[in-house]
Each structure stands twice: as C-alpha cells, then as structure tokens.
C-alpha cells in the first residue's frame, strides 16, 4: 500500500507541474500539452494532482470535460482502491 500512495504521489506532483506548465504556455501563446496526455496522467494515478492544479493555475476549469471527467476519475480511482483494500488487503 505504501508503494501505492508514493506511486500516486510522484504522479500527482508530475500532474501537476504538466498543468502548471501548460497554463504557462498558454498565456504566453505557445505550444500546449495536448487534453489527451493530461487526461493521461489523471488516469494512471495523477488525478488529484491535476485537480488541485486546476485549482491552483484556474486551468481547464471552463472545459466540461475536464470539470466533470477529473473528479469522475478520481472517484474511479478511490473505489478501485477500496475494493483492492476489501477483498484483498483486508485480512
């Protein structure tokens, strides 16, 4: 569990500096990180991450997708962990 929690965290932190960066290129009209990496990065473990850097740098917060389809995976996330934790962990 504890390889699982530094696992996410690593991500989150990457999560977060990409949208971080790609508000930066952004407002400086450059290159972007393309929706389908961040999303990315949200579903192997980065989601809260990415949430908080939503919040952080106000990016991506007028994207439906992004408003609803990061919390949605971030409760995906949470239930698979818990089953993991329940049916396997749980002793």
Same mark, same amino acid.
């Given at each position: 569990?504890?390889?699982?929690?530094?696992?996410? /965290?690593? =991500? *989150?932190?990457?999560? &977060?500096?990409?949208?971080?960066?790609? $508000?930066?290129?952004? +407002?400086?009209?450059?290159?972007?990180?393309?929706?389908?990496?961040?999303?990315?990065?949200?579903?192997?473990?980065?989601?809260?991450? /990415?949430? =908080? *850097?939503?919040?952080? &740098?106000?990016?991506?917060?007028?994207? $439906?997708?992004?408003? +609803?389809?990061?919390?949605?995976?971030?409760?995906?996330?949470?239930?698979?962990?818990?089953?993991?934790?329940?049916?396997?962990?749980?002793?």
């Amino acid at each position: 569990m504890q390889y699982l929690i530094a696992y996410m /965290l690593v =991500l *989150g932190f990457i999560a &977060f500096s990409v949208c971080g960066f790609d $508000k930066l290129m952004a +407002v400086k009209g450059k290159r972007r990180v393309p929706e389908k990496r961040l999303f990315a990065l949200a579903a192997l473990g980065g989601s809260l991450g /990415l949430l =908080l *850097g939503m919040r952080v &740098f106000r990016h991506k917060t007028r994207h $439906k997708s992004f408003t +609803v389809g990061v919390p949605l995976i971030i409760a995906l996330q949470a239930a698979a962990v818990f089953a993991v934790w329940y049916f396997f962990l749980k002793g």
